[in-house]
């Protein structure tokens, strides 16, 4: 839970020295006033949709919110040194996907336009399936195992070697297909 607790510090401190209270901040993402402070206080694992709309609101990059700090030249982030940045059920709160544990591979980066993260997505028992929207693209490379991305009406799988790049606001979800999976996924949520 650090991580989320991290997450939503910082999402409290960018909150507060813009002057906005929760239900400010609620009403420019258009969520409930419970779901900020979920977030803030690190009680609802941080999911992609809601950041995204988040700091869109707050006018700053998904980045700012998931990364420690910042370096103007290129960034190498080596094997073992990716950090966990936050682990997330879903791309969305409600959703039972399962689980991503998202591992970002450009934390130090600043001014960026996209969010390359590694991503395992393990498989859930759940039969249900609630998809996700924001604005933006993103592009998956499987690199282990199999996974499916359901796309509007449509479901793909895909397995090792394969990618998908899509637009985001259509309705989508990512999930496992047989057993755990690892993904390369670069997200590009317009600010």
Request: proline share 4%; glycine share 8%.
């Amino acid at each position: 839970m650090a991580e989320d607790g991290r997450t939503g510090g910082k999402m409290r401190t960018l909150r507060e020295s813009l002057g906005l209270s929760v239900e400010d901040l609620a009403q420019r993402c258009e969520c409930d006033a419970s779901t900020i402070e979920g977030l803030e206080a690190g009680e609802i694992a941080p999911s992609l949709a809601p950041l995204i709309k988040v700091t869109r609101a707050l006018g700053v990059r998904l980045g700012t919110l998931l990364d420690d700090d910042t370096n103007v030249g290129p960034v190498v982030t080596r094997r073992d040194e990716a950090d966990r940045v936050a682990r997330m059920k879903s791309l969305e709160t409600r959703s039972d996907a399962g689980e991503l544990d998202f591992f970002s591979l450009a934390p130090g980066k600043s001014a960026r336009h996209m969010e390359p993260f590694a991503i395992t997505v393990s498989p859930t028992d759940k039969q249900t399936h609630t998809l996700s929207s924001h604005e933006g693209e993103e592009f998956i490379y499987v690199l282990d195992g199999a996974i499916e991305v359901e796309y509007g009406k449509d479901t793909h799988r895909l397995g090792a070697g394969d990618s998908i790049y899509y637009d985001s606001i259509v309705p989508h979800e990512v999930r496992a297909a047989d057993g755990a999976a690892q993904i390369l996924a670069v997200v590009y949520a317009p600010v």
